[in-house]
């Protein structure tokens, strides 16, 4: 990081309630999910931390209490902490607006709930300030932004245009593909630009408006980035942090098996695998490149390649779970099941039975 941010403040945006996510979502918000042994969330946190930000607000919508009680006033990590609810969904920038009372009047971070990121923050707001921006997005580059929304801007990094969900005709051929990476620096001036207790999305509404006044910035980097959205980019978001790839996130190894799981001196923990705490592994149990919840259990001779476990989640003796397997909280799998591909395992629910996917 390029030196420390003079933004002390910060909303995060954790709201949603992670649809694409479910059933690991089923039982608790989105950001709380565990990244290795911290809930998601706290890695957001201490990204803030570290580049100065000593206030955070928590924009909740979904399951705020488990965020409230998680964090607290947030003095035991040397921070101010405050949470708002939406009273009803009030979009991104609606989201903003709601947190506002708790914000003063200089600039802020915006982070969006799932994003897990490395930027440099101090450089976003060095170019936030060097502009005289209202507003400044971080921007990503990507192979395709057909599934995104194109940002483009000028020479001076201002931006000119956003493009929501372009097609080829759209392209500019040579041109950097760069899409909102949902970190932003709002001042207090885009702030009041926002409508107070109305569904409002910073994405469609309000940045658009802040750029025909030409008063939004934009910043490209190659940091490290991931939306963290699906349960496939979950799991690659440990594999990232495995990989040494999140600059702020010592890698333990090529796995990782909290130190209160039990873990069968016959069994095998494969390279990319996360196993959480209290879980137990079993004898000539394999788990290979797998997500294992909090408290679950891998019976005797079983094996679990690629899949996602939550909580509580029961894989009984020489069951087979191979490929993009999804399980909620309190799953279970009898033994010898065999699934070989996706699936999705609901809350609670035991692999195949008719309500369990």
């Known amino acids: 990081m390029s030196g420390i941010a003079v933004v ?36 957001q946190v201490d990204h803030l931390a570290r580049a100065g930000v000593t206030t ?27 949470f708002v609810v939406d009273p009803e969904p009030l979009g991104t920038a609606g989201a903003i607006a709601n947190a506002e009372s708790l914000l003063h009047e200089g600039d802020v971070f915006v982070l969006n709930g799932d994003i897990l990121t490395d930027l440099d923050l101090a450089a976003l707001v060095a170019h936030h300030r060097g502009l005289g921006a209202d507003a400044t997005i971080a921007l990503t580059p990507v192979e395709d932004p057909s599934a995104f929304g194109l940002v483009r801007t000028d020479v001076d990094g201002r931006v000119i245009e956003f493009v929501e969900k372009p097609t080829a005709d759209d392209l500019i051929f040579g041109e950097p593909y760069c899409i ?23 994405e469609r509404d309000t940045f658009p408006l802040l750029a025909a006044r030409n008063a939004v910035g934009a910043l490209a980097s190659d940091c490290y980035w991931r939306d963290i959205g699906t349960p496939a980019s979950y799991r690659d978001a440990h594999l990232d942090v495995l990989a040494g790839m999140v600059s702020f996130i010592p890698s333990p190894g090529a796995s990782w098996v909290d130190d209160t799981a039990t873990v069968d001196p016959s069994a095998v923990i494969g390279a990319g695998s996360c196993i959480g705490p209290g879980a137990v592994i079993a004898s000539d149990a394999v788990v290979d490149g797998a997500i294992v919840g909090g408290g679950s259990m891998v019976g005797e001779g079983a094996r679990v390649t690629g899949a996602v476990l939550g909580r509580g989640v029961t894989v009984g ?6 490929g993009m397997v999804v399980a909620g909280d309190d799953a279970t799998f009898p033994g010898g099941l065999v699934i070989d591909g996706g699936a999705i395992i609901a809350s609670g629910a035991t692999a195949g039975d008719s309500e369990a996917r």
């Open 8 to 43: 002390d403040q910060a909303v995060i945006l954790v709201g949603g309630q992670g649809t694409r996510m479910r059933p690991l979502t089923d039982t608790r918000p989105k950001p709380m999910l565990p990244l290795l042994d911290l809930p998601f969330v706290e890695r």
């Open 56 to 82: 955070i607000v928590f924009s909740c919508g979904y399951r705020p209490k488990e965020i409230e009680e998680y964090f607290g006033d947030g003095s035991s990590r040397g921070l101010m902490m405050g």
């Open 180 to 202: 909102n990476a949902g970190t932003y620096v709002l001042s207090a001036a885009a702030r009041d630009a926002i409508p107070k207790g109305v569904q409002v999305s910073i």
């Open 317 to 322: 003796p020489r069951a087979v779970i191979s």
